[in-house]
Every structure is written in structure tokens, then in C-alpha cells.
């Protein structure tokens, strides 16, 4: 008999902490400042509605009205003879890949977790050394190997402890704590001296500055691709939660009561980041730096930096190991569901077949440094998140929306009487020619232009 989540607060407890995760906590900030501040959180958030909602209930709808994971699902559903199943096979390739790297960038936290915790990062240190504190991290394969394999033996601890005692039980604290220390942390950034000029940036918009100085099709760009990519859409990692979920509730409701805890802690992210930042002069658009590099910066500086450092690479811990523990929990159910294995066996051997899957993304920043795939300064790390976030994560997407609204895959009508079973916000028809063909199109221009921009 197939295992069911315990409680309605579970499912979106948990779908919330798939999709929250370094996308929001990380990446939303530092694509923040690079845009401009608050017109551009207007137009990522116009983008959530319009395109993250209806791909979501897609998603969910495909895993609760198979019951099983992507691949089982989707061929569950599809019509006979036809070939759907194959999107399931490439998007549980995507949860592996997605694991390799994902599983070493939570190690890199967990260390500056303990760095801060212990005092070892403190306000003795300059900023060129916070700077190198971050190279001889990554120069030395041994200690990231040891935080790769700590990271995803505490991910694989949980999911073999059970779907409602581990995973739902587990992440449903974690996404509690995770709040409560994002808003404690945001309450003290926001009464930092100089805070008001960072405040400003992030919530008064200026569409002129936006429009003369970033460009105005750049930046809706990005925020398409950020509104895409914060969800965690296209790698079967919500449907295998909709499977799990019963039909006493619509599944419109949910998605965007999920996308909703998400995008507050997205936005909980801005009210860290941007006042500390503009107190202490630190450029909240540097880049993928501004995790490992411009914020430890900040916290040296400031009165206990050590207890607020500990503080925040906690929270960001626990966004991670939220998407980690789902997208393993999918792996999983995939070795379960398909092959019939054990929970405890799919969780052990997948275990140690990511931590060597892994090892590549580790040794790049070292003994591979040589391996630069996508150019001049690229690393094996880099590849990997383009291919997952500029390659599966839309085209995944894509074939889920197709799938639903063509008659060639499972179908408008089927799609509809199952994402509006049960009490609450119903899908409405007239959406019909927007997500069958507009919505696609949305998609597609998204995975080009990325592809483009890496490789111009």
C-alpha cells in the first residue's frame, strides 16, 4: 500500500520546502541588486503568478492522479503506445544531477556554520582573508568530501527513517525554525545603522532607473528565469509530494498557498541582505561571492557577528537540506516504486552512488581545476547547474504543460478534473489557451535565452 503524508500542513510544509532553497536565499538577493532593487521584485513577482502557479498544479496534478513517481505517472497516464514516460527517465536524471552539486554547496555551509559557531571566523579577519578563507575551503578535497558526505548522510538519515516520521516530521520543524530564524535575522538587519538606504533600494521601485541602466527585456528576462528557478519546477520533485497528497483538497488552493511561504522567504532573504549590506557598504549584486564571501564580511564586522554568521548559515542549512531531503525522497520513491525496493535500501545505495557522483563537482575546484566546460573560469559546478537549471528545468516544465493541455498527452479535461478535485480554488477553463500555448511559448523562450546568454 502506498504511503500517505499525515496532514494537509504536511503536504505544503513540505512541497514549500522543495521549493525553498539557495534559489531564494541565495540567488533572489544577489539577482536583486544586479537588477535594480524593487521594480524588479515587482516583475519576478508577476512572473510567479503567471507562470510558477499553473506549472506547479501541473506537477501536482500528474504525481496524485498516478500515484507514483514521475516516471510511473506520467506512464500511468499517457495514452497507449505513446512515449511520455521518457520526460519521467530525464527528470530523475535531473534530481541526480541537481544532488551532485547541490550536495556540496550544503557542505560548504554546514563549514561556515561550524566557522562562526566556533569562532574561528571572526572579526580578526580582513577582507582579503575572508576572501582566501573561501579558497583554501574549496582547495582542499579532503574537508569538502568529508561535508559532501555529511551533508547527504544527513539527507539520506532522514529519508530512511519514513515518509511521515523522517521526511514529512523532519522538514516540517525545519521549515518552522528556518522562518523564525529568517525573520529574527531580518528584524536585525532592518535596525543596523545605515540600513535605511538598503531598505529604500529593496522596496521603493524605480522603473526609470530599471530601464536606462539594466535594460528593461534583460531584466524581465531574469526575472523569468529566477521565478522559474526558485520553484524547484520540471524535475518531478512536486509530483512525487502530489502523490503522496489525497483529493480532499484542489490542488490550485495549495500551489499557491506553497508559492506564497515561498516567495516570503524569498523576500524575508531581501530584508537580510540589503540593509546589511548598504550598513556596511558591501555590494549586495556581487554575485554567487555574495553567500561565501560578501556576507561573511558583514557578519565580521558586526557587534557578535559570530552568533548572527551561526545564525544565518543555520537558516541557510535548513533551506538547503529541504530541497535535498525532497529531491532524495524522489529518487527514492522512484527505486521503490519501480523496482521494489525498500526504503532503506533505495536510500542507502542511492547514498553512496551520489557521493561519487559528487566527487567531480568536489575535485573541481582543485585537482580538476584544469576541466573548465563552459569556458574560461567555469567550473565542473557551473556545467552542472546550467544543464539542471537552464536545460532541465524548463524543458521538463514544458513537456509537463504540454503533456496536460494536448490532447496527444493526457488531456485538458483529465488534467482539469483532477486539479480541481476536492474543496477549494478551482482551476478555471478559460485558461485553457493561455496555458496550452502561451504559457509554452513562455517556457521555451526562457531555455534559449539562457542557453544563449552562457554560451555568447
Not at 25 to 50: M, N
Not at 291 to 299: D, E, K, Q, T
Not at 340 to 363: D, E, T, Y
Request: aromatic letters at 14%.
Amino acid at each position: 500500500m502506498r504511503e500517505k503524508l499525515s496532514s494537509r500542513l504536511g503536504f505544503i510544509l513540505l512541497s514549500a520546502g522543495c521549493a525553498i532553497g539557495l534559489g531564494n536565499v541565495w540567488r533572489f538577493p544577489y539577482i536583486t541588486g544586479r537588477y535594480g532593487g524593487a521594480a524588479f521584485v515587482l516583475i519576478y513577482l508577476l512572473f510567479l503568478v503567471f507562470m510558477g502557479v499553473p506549472v506547479m498544479i501541473m506537477e501536482f496534478a500528474i504525481g496524485r492522479a498516478g500515484r507514483m513517481n514521475i516516471v510511473g505517472a506520467i506512464r500511468n497516464l499517457e495514452p497507449e503506445k505513446s512515449k511520455w514516460h521518457a520526460v519521467g527517465y530525464a527528470s530523475i536524471a535531473g534530481n541526480y544531477l541537481l544532488l551532485m552539486y547541490y550536495s556540496v554547496i550544503t557542505g560548504w555551509l554546514l563549514y561556515y556554520f561550524f566557522s562562526f559557531l566556533s569562532g574561528q571566523l571572526n572579526a580578526s579577519y580582513t577582507t582579503a582573508d575572508v576572501e582566501s578563507y573561501f579558497s583554501t575551503l574549496t582547495a582542499n578535497p579532503g574537508l569538502q568530501t568529508a561535508l559532501t558526505g555529511l551533508a547527504l548522510l544527513l539527507t539520506a538519515g532522514v529519508v530512511i527513517i519514513g515518509l511521515k516520521n523522517g521526511v514529512e516530521k523532519i522538514t516540517k520543524v525545519m521549515m518552522v525554525i528556518l522562518f523564525l530564524l529568517m525573520a529574527a535575522l531580518a528584524v536585525h538587519s532592518c535596525l543596523l545603522p545605515g540600513a535605511g538606504e538598503g531598505i529604500s533600494f529593496y522596496m521603493k521601485p524605480d522603473f526609470g532607473n530599471l530601464i536606462h541602466e539594466y535594460g528593461l527585456s534583460e531584466s524581465v528576462f531574469a526575472a523569468m528565469g529566477q521565478a522559474f528557478f526558485t520553484l524547484s519546477l520540471g524535475i518531478g520533485a512536486m509530483a512525487i509530494f502530489g502523490s503522496y497528497f489525497d483529493r480532499n483538497r484542489s490542488l490550485g488552493g495549495e500551489s499557491i498557498r506553497i508559492i506564497c511561504l515561498d516567495t516570503t522567504i524569498a523576500l524575508l532573504s531581501g530584508f537580510i541582505i540589503f540593509p546589511a549590506c548598504s550598513s556596511f557598504g558591501v555590494e549586495a549584486g556581487s554575485g554567487p561571492s555574495l553567500l561565501f564571501i560578501s556576507l561573511p564580511n558583514v557578519f565580521t564586522q558586526m557587534s557578535i557577528g559570530g552568533v548572527w554568521g551561526s545564525v544565518f548559515f543555520l537558516a541557510m542549512i535548513f533551506a538547503a537540506l529541504s530541497t535535498l531531503i525532497a529531491v532524495f525522497e524522489n529518487i527514492s520513491a522512484y527505486w521503490m516504486d519501480m523496482h521494489g525496493w525498500s526504503r532503506r535500501k533505495a536510500a542507502a545505495i542511492n547514498f553512496i552512488l551520489i557521493f561519487i557522483l559528487a566527487l567531480p563537482c568536489v575535485l573541481g575546484y582543485n585537482v580538476l581545476s584544469g576541466i573548465q566546460p563552459l569556458g574560461e573560469g567555469s567550473t565542473i559546478l557551473d556545467t552542472e547547474d546550467f544543464i539542471v537549471s537552464n536545460i532541465i528545468l524548463p524543458l521538463g516544465s514544458l513537456a509537463y504543460v504540454l503533456f496536460c493541455t494536448h490532447r496527444y498527452g493526457w488531456g485538458w479535461d483529465r488534467f482539469i478534473d483532477e486539479a480541481n478535485a476536492g474543496k477549494g480554488l478551482k482551476v478555471p477553463s478559460w485558461l485553457r489557451f493561455y496555458c496550452a500555448w502561451i504559457l509554452p511559448i513562455i517556457i521555451a523562450i526562457i531555455s534559449v535565452k539562457g542557453i544563449y546568454d552562457v554560451f555568447a
